[in-house]
Nanobody, 122 residues
Framework: VQLQASGGGLVQTGGSLRLSCAASGSGFSLESMGWYRQAPGKQRESVATVDWNSGVVTNYEPSVQGRFTISTDAAKKTVHLQMNSLKSEDTAVYFC???????????????WGRGTLVTVSS
């Protein structure tokens, strides 16, 4: 399973960006997809995660609640992160994350996409 992320870039404070991440491969089913971020000098943190089967968002990092929205396109095995009202503290490398399993198997695996840089300038 490979994860291909897109949508990062430079935006001014208060602006919006949309990140997308598509999972590709064969013979697998997704368990969850989500986004993490890592700011310079800080640990990677979870931003938002969605359970793939139910579509239920299982977490939003408190600082993004109400500003970021995670959504899915099941047919395209894609997860989006709509980021509004961006702040300078949202500047980070954003990583797509997926938990998945091969059909007929119980072992859950996880993959990370290559990071995409989001820079919010004041």
């Amino acid at each position: 399973v490979q994860l291909q992320a897109s949508g990062g870039g430079l935006v001014q404070t208060g602006g919006s960006l949309r990140l997308s991440c598509a999972a590709s491969g064969s013979g697998f089913s997704l368990e969850s997809m989500g986004w993490y971020r890592q700011a310079p000098g800080k640990q990677r943190e979870s931003v938002a995660t969605v359970d793939w089967n139910s579509g239920v968002v299982t977490n939003y990092e408190p600082s993004v609640q109400g500003r970021f929205t995670i959504s899915t396109d099941a047919a395209k095995k894609t997860v989006h992160l709509q980021m509004n009202s961006l702040k300078s503290e949202d500047t980070a490398v954003y990583f797509c994350h997926a938990r998945w399993r091969y059909y007929g198997r119980t072992y859950v695996r996880e993959n990370w996409g290559r990071g995409t840089l989001v820079t919010v300038s004041s």
